[in-house]
């Protein structure tokens, strides 16, 4: 279901938009906003895996975490959410 509403929002036409808005900072390198928010989705959802946590334990719980049902979507489908859409305001530039 997430990935279906990814989909849904990467190929909207007012997120397309975010392909005109090319930034310079230390976050983008002359990189269109899209490029920079697919990124960061893509990074979310490599972290989400945990490969990061060494402790067994400890990534156990990390993955209950973030597997957890917050009112019909995963933790981790929220985090990947406000991965995608963490700039979309810049829609207005």
Do not use: C, W
Not at 6 to 33: A, C
Not at 68 to 80: N, P, Q, S, T, V
């Amino acid at each position: 279901m997430i990935n279906i509403l990814i989909d849904k929002i990467i190929q909207s036409h007012l997120f397309l938009r975010l392909k005109e808005v090319v930034e310079n900072g230390p976050y983008h390198n002359h990189e269109d906003v899209y490029s920079h928010v697919l990124k960061v989705k893509n990074a979310a959802l490599k972290e989400i895996r945990a490969d990061f946590i060494t402790n067994q334990d400890a990534k156990d719980r990390f993955q209950k975490f973030v597997n957890e049902d917050l009112h019909g979507f995963k933790r981790a489908d929220i985090m990947i959410l406000i991965a995608l859409l963490h700039d979309i305001g810049k829609i207005l530039y």
